[in-house]
C-alpha cells in the first residue's frame, strides 16, 4: 500500500472510533437523563396490583 492510502485509511479508523464514541456517550447520556426524569416524574406513584401482563385491564374501565 501507499503511504497515502495508509494515512488516508488511518483517519477514516479514527473518525470512525471518533464517531462511534460520542454515539456511546450521548446514548449513556440520554438513558441517564430519561431514567431521572421518570423517577421524578413517578417518585411514590401507587400503582394498582395486578396482572399487567394480560390485556384484560385494557377494557375493564371502558363503558359501552
Do not use: R
Request: charged letters at 25%; proline letters at 2%; aromatic letters at 10%.
Amino acid at each position: 500500500m501507499s503511504k497515502m492510502n495508509e494515512q488516508g485509511c488511518h483517519k477514516v479508523k479514527k473518525l470512525a472510533l471518533t464517531i462511534l464514541g460520542l454515539g456511546v456517550v450521548t446514548g449513556l447520556a440520554m438513558a441517564y437523563g430519561v431514567d431521572k426524569v421518570t423517577k421524578k416524574i413517578f417518585v411514590n406513584e401507587d400503582w394498582p396490583d395486578g396482572n399487567w401482563t394480560e390485556g384484560d385491564w385494557i377494557v375493564d374501565d371502558w363503558e359501552y
